[in-house]
């Protein structure tokens, strides 16, 4: 059994375990992500945000006055995609086709990219609903823009993903990259 065989199912066995981890410690993640939309939201608004002691909310005082929210559900965290890009890179990097270093950085990429699209993403639900109120940014914002920005950035990721996973390069087998 050689070693490169071990590092190689390790490395896909912790990208495995990190997948499930996010499915579950899910609320963890999310909460993160509210922190950091609050810090964002702050600075795009030019307006103080509170995040939730108590779950991954953000409030700010919106342009009329109105007191205003963004949840940040499970359906819109960035975990929902992460985690299976992760289990995915897990068995791509322990089947041994690609370089496991490769298929790593290509994950960590991706996810980075996943988190700013769906940071940007409720900066832009937050901008609509000060703007405009909640039932025009819920319509527009959330399910119109949201999901073709959240589409959009998925597929951005993944393009981004396998790209650096396979060098970059057009000609010879992944294993040779």
Same mark, same amino acid.
């Given at each position: 059994?050689?070693? !490169?065989? +071990? ?5 896909? +066995? @912790? ?18 992500? !509210? ?29 009329? *006055? ?5 949840? #940040? ?5 960035? =975990?929902? /995609?992460? $985690? ?11 089947? =041994?086709? +690609? &370089?496991?270093?490769? /298929?790593?950085? @290509?994950?960590?990429? @991706?996810? *980075? ?11 832009? #639900?937050?901008?609509?609903?000060? &703007?405009?109120? !909640?039932?025009? @940014? ?10 073709? /920005? ?10 981004? *993903?396998? &790209?650096? $996973?396979? =060098?970059?390069?057009?000609? *010879? ?5």
């Amino acid at each position: 059994m050689k070693a !490169s065989w +071990l590092v190689r199912v390790g490395v896909g +066995l @912790a990208l495995v375990v990190a997948g499930v981890a996010i499915y579950v410690w899910g609320a963890g993640i999310q909460t993160a992500e !509210s922190r950091i939309l609050a810090v964002l939201v702050s600075w795009a608004l030019n307006h103080p945000t509170v995040p939730a002691t108590w779950g991954p909310v953000v409030f700010w005082n919106g342009a009329q *006055g109105q007191l205003y929210g963004l949840d #940040i559900t499970p359906t819109c965290s960035s =975990g929902r /995609v992460a $985690a299976p890009l992760l289990l995915t890179a897990g068995a791509l990097a322990a089947v =041994g086709r +690609l &370089r496991w270093g490769r /298929v790593v950085l @290509a994950a960590l990429i @991706a996810i *980075g990219v996943i988190v700013a699209i769906n940071q940007a993403r409720m900066v832009m #639900i937050a901008f609509t609903i000060n &703007r405009y109120g !909640s039932e025009d @940014a819920s319509l527009y914002a959330h399910t119109l823009a949201g999901s073709l /920005v959240t589409v959009a950035g998925v597929a951005a990721s993944l393009a981004i *993903g396998v &790209r650096v $996973a396979f =060098g970059g390069k057009s000609k *010879g087998s992944p294993r040779e990259l």
